[in-house]
């Protein structure tokens, strides 16, 4: 089936600095990825969606300097917390949609494994 | 606009029996699609069963069914014969054909399962 492999699953930094999370469709094609951020207690918030080769789109609210998106191939989307501070501490999760929109086993939509950023 | 309201903060069910979660939804879309989706404590998010607006079945996926009612705005989560392992976070998304197809999810349910 459609996997995605995202990287690293768990991050500390300290704050002020920058951190990268990879997303990577293994074995198929992603045209579009989107990112998410979990909050606790709390539901998935929708922070963008990234169409590889343009520029991302950001939800109402999503600072676009603070989290830079890019899609440079079908494979790989990348997240850039820059500056970082404890507020942003969270979990980010990516899911990646195949150009033709059915993969095997989602209908379309695989989720990465999720990052756990801690910013101290 | 589009909203999904999972209003089942936390549940409890024994095991081998069965559950329903609770889902409902709003949109002007007359196209959409309607998931489900399990996360475990690991946090890693697992696709259950997928439901679209104009299928007239019901969808079923093993243990997992959807009982799609489409003039009540509801796609509630059936999980039949419960197991240990069912103990998760369950969240209920909903992605419009027009939105640009982002999906936007229900606050989760929390489902505990009794042995």
């Known amino acids: 089936g459609a996997v995605v492999s995202q990287h690293p699953s768990r991050v500390i930094c300290k704050s002020g600095t920058s951190v990268k999370i990879e997303c990577r469709s293994l074995d198929f094609q992603a045209t579009t990825m989107f990112w998410y951020r979990q909050f606790p207690k709390k539901s998935l918030m929708l922070m963008a969606t990234?169409?590889?080769?343009?520029?991302?789109?950001?939800e109402q609210g999503v600072e676009k300097d603070k989290f830079l998106i890019n899609h440079a191939s079908l494979t790989l989307s990348t997240l850039t917390v820059t500056s970082a501070h404890p507020e942003d501490s969270s979990f980010y999760i990516c899911s990646a949609r195949s150009q033709g929109g059915e993969v095997p086993g989602g209908n379309g939509y695989t989720f990465g494994s999720g990052t756990r950023l801690t910013v101290v | 606009a589009q909203k999904i309201t999972q209003t089942q903060p936390g549940m409890f069910v024994q095991e081998k029996e069965a559950v329903t979660l609770d889902c409902t939804y709003d949109?002007?879309?007359?196209?959409?699609?309607l998931f489900w989706y399990k996360q475990p404590s690991s946090g890693e998010m697992i696709f259950l069963i997928y439901?679209?607006?104009?299928?007239?079945q019901n969808a079923t996926e093993g243990r997992y069914s959807l009982n799609f009612q489409k003039a009540r705005k509801s796609a509630n989560l059936v999980i039949s014969a419960s197991q240990l392992g069912d103990s998760a976070m369950y969240f209920c998304?909903?992605?419009?054909?027009?939105?640009?197809?982002?999906?936007?999810f229900g606050a989760g349910t929390r489902l505990f399962v009794k042995a």
């Open positions: 990234s169409n590889e080769g343009s520029k991302a789109t950001y």
């Open positions: 998304a909903m992605r419009e054909v027009t939105g640009g197809f982002k999906t936007i």
């Open positions: 439901q679209g607006s104009y299928d007239q």
């Open positions: 949109t002007s879309d007359p196209s959409y699609g």
